[in-house]
């Protein structure tokens, strides 16, 4: 089965790594990723590591109509990784995982950044909004009722991070030289890149999470995202 995706759709499967069984998923890795597999200190990072690698290989693998296994993968000299041209380089994808659960982001219209968080822990990550949030971000967050703030902290988070994804900078990018909506129910949106508005607007940005969880998509076009949650049964894989 080949699974298509059409002209400016974004995919985003959200999955839950423990549904999954790790020796299955293990099999398909290359033998530069069981390396940095084998480099994790806890059984808990190896174990999400391989299973959303593992993962990330079953369902390009059903877009690509190759094989888990024979897909390669290049970086970014900041480590974004991609398809290599062997493997079918129109495909963008990004994936993100958090304690529990996963993302995964895939498309043909252009980079592609997603970012999922556990909403939990406000209080110890709370001090870093001057760090992470521009001016207009902090003023935003500052006018929220305070029972509005975790989840908006959250919410901010993960669009920012999606968007530092997408253009594949990472945390080269100053946070402050961007800005994004910040309340949970205002329309997910770049506001801001550098001091030119006009090419924020280029871009897409939506919400993914649910459950405990805050995810966000970005694309610097216009696109058409749907979320799904992704079940080891859509990849012909056992239930853990
Ligand atoms: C890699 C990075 C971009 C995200 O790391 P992270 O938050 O620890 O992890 P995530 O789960 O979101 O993403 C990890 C995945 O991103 C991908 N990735 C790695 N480098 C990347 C880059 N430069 N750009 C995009 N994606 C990248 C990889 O697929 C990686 O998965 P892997 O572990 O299976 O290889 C990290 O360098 C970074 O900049 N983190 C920012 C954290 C932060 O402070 N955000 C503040 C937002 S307000």
Redesign the pocket.
Known sequence: MRYEIGPGEVHCWTFRPAEFAVNELAVVLSMDERKRANRFVFDRDRNE?VV??GI?RHLLALYAGMAPSDLQFE??A????ALAPNSDARIQF?????RGA?VIGVTCAAPV????ERMDGFARVSA?VPT??APEEQAEFASLPQRAQPRAFYA???R??AF?????????RP?HSFAVTIAPDACPRLLRCNSDPASAAAWTMADLGDHGFAAAVAVPAPASIRARNLYPQFLGLKQA
Do not use: M, Q
Not at 78 to 81: N, Q, S, T, V, Y
Not at 94 to 98: F, I, K, M, T
Not at 113 to 116: C, F, K, N, R, T
């Open positions: 590591f959303c690698r990330l970086y970014s900041r480590g974004k990784p990004n994936v993100a995982h958090s996963g950044g997603v970012d999922i870093l992470c949030f901010g988070w993960t920012k991070e530092i994804k997408a253009t594949g900078e990472g945390l080269s946070l």
